[in-house]
């Protein structure tokens, strides 16, 4: 719990140590089947961010290794976009669409422009120099393009056996315009002007009710209609954005919109580097301040104000989540505070000089003020 992530194994025989360095699989299949909760799935996604291995593809996009273990071993050390995929769509669970669609977007342009079969769903990534361009088209490959595509991207989910449809679209906030169809379901979006309309189509075996889940782009609501008519909402309890979720007694032919006013809704302020022991401010401002989740204890002598709480950095070395629950306009949500604990004092790059018996290095101050 004081790191945030599941680890990957304990010996069964012997010492029984622990192994702490999770690979993809121990990351992504815990959160596909429902077993953390949302600021567990939140703290797991950001060990990917940070010890996990990124490769570059272009612009925004990445892909990335399958574990940071060595050597290499195939399949639990490679750069594998099945895997890619699957973590994106882990990240679209966990309603984190920006960087999933950076890493879906790499997983589909590495293997299908960068590879040695162009336009096929590559196994393996040219990166991994070791086993590369094997496995083209494997179900595993092409599963996971088509999974992370319809319940990811678009966020389809549906429960035929409750006859209810749950869309929840993970779609690039600057997007203005999606639209997808497969052989049960399938919508259109667009948005202009601060209002999203969203038009359903579903053509399952029974009738099924919908459930849309969306991302608040403004901090009120001023209206929400079905089929044109005046309809009701509610704010769920999510990490990383305010989400809201509309109701519509029948799915096929629904068209949901919703039009926001308001400011933007708050993210945090901190520090990306804060020493141990030191004292730091995070801001949340223009939303007002309701508790602070630190499940990491990462923290301790918290003061609360109305926009922002100080802390004194208390926990292991290393990355560290804490969540604010934040109140403004209309909307309650729960804030990343995303920082780093290191030492109060580094010293870093060091340099030997053996001919002239001199010995150089830097020292970083992670602290919040000058030292002499």
Not at 1 to 10: I, L
Not at 60 to 71: A, F, G, L, M, R
Not at 159 to 168: H, N, Q, S, T
Not at 327 to 350: K, M, Y
Request: hydrophobic residues 40%; proline residues 6%; contains cysteine.
């Amino acid at each position: 719990p004081k790191d945030g992530w599941y680890a990957e194994y304990r010996d069964l025989l012997g010492l029984k140590r622990l192994h702490p360095s999770a690979e993809l699989p121990s990351v992504y299949h815990p959160i596909d089947s429902d077993v953390p909760d949302m600021f567990q799935a939140w703290q797991m996604l950001r060990y990917v961010d940070t010890q996990i291995e990124h490769v570059p593809v272009e612009g925004d996009s990445v892909t990335i290794w399958t574990s940071n273990w060595v050597p290499w071993i195939w399949s639990v050390r490679d750069v594998i976009q099945s895997e890619v995929a699957h973590t994106a769509l882990a990240y679209w669970q966990a309603g984190r669409r920006k960087k999933a669609y950076d890493l879906y977007r790499g997983a589909i342009v590495d293997a299908m422009y960068c590879s040695t079969v162009p336009g096929a769903c590559q196994g393996t990534s040219e990166h991994s120099r070791r086993n590369a361009g094997v496995a083209s088209d494997f179900s595993c490959s092409v599963a996971m393009f088509g999974r992370a595509l319809v319940e990811g991207l678009f966020g389809i989910v549906p429960d035929a056996l409750e006859g209810e449809l749950l869309i929840r679209p993970g779609l690039p906030r600057e997007w203005d315009s999606a639209s997808i169809d497969t052989p049960d379901v399938g919508y259109t979006y667009s948005h202009a002007d601060n209002a999203e309309l969203f038009e359903v189509r579903s053509h399952f075996n029974r009738p099924m009710r919908l459930r849309l889940h969306v991302a608040a782009r403004r901090a009120q609501v001023a209206e929400v209609t079905v089929n044109g008519k005046k309809a009701d909402w509610k704010c769920l309890p999510r990490v990383g954005e305010p989400v809201i979720e509309v109701f519509a007694p029948e799915a096929n032919g629904a068209k949901v919109q919703i039009r926001w006013q308001g400011d933007q809704p708050a993210q945090a302020e901190c520090p990306a580097v804060v020493g141990a022991e030191e004292t730091f401010t995070v801001e949340v401002s223009p939303g007002r301040l309701c508790e602070v989740n630190d499940p990491q204890q990462a923290l301790k002598d918290v003061s609360r104000e109305a926009g922002s709480f100080r802390a004194t950095a208390a926990g292991r070395l290393g990355h560290r989540t804490v969540c604010a629950r934040v109140e403004q306009g209309d909307l309650s949500w729960w804030v990343p505070v995303e920082f780093e604990i290191r030492p109060a004092l580094e010293i870093c790059n060091p340099i030997v000089d053996w001919e002239a018996g001199e010995l150089q290095f830097a020292v970083a101050n992670n602290t919040g003020k000058d030292l002499q």
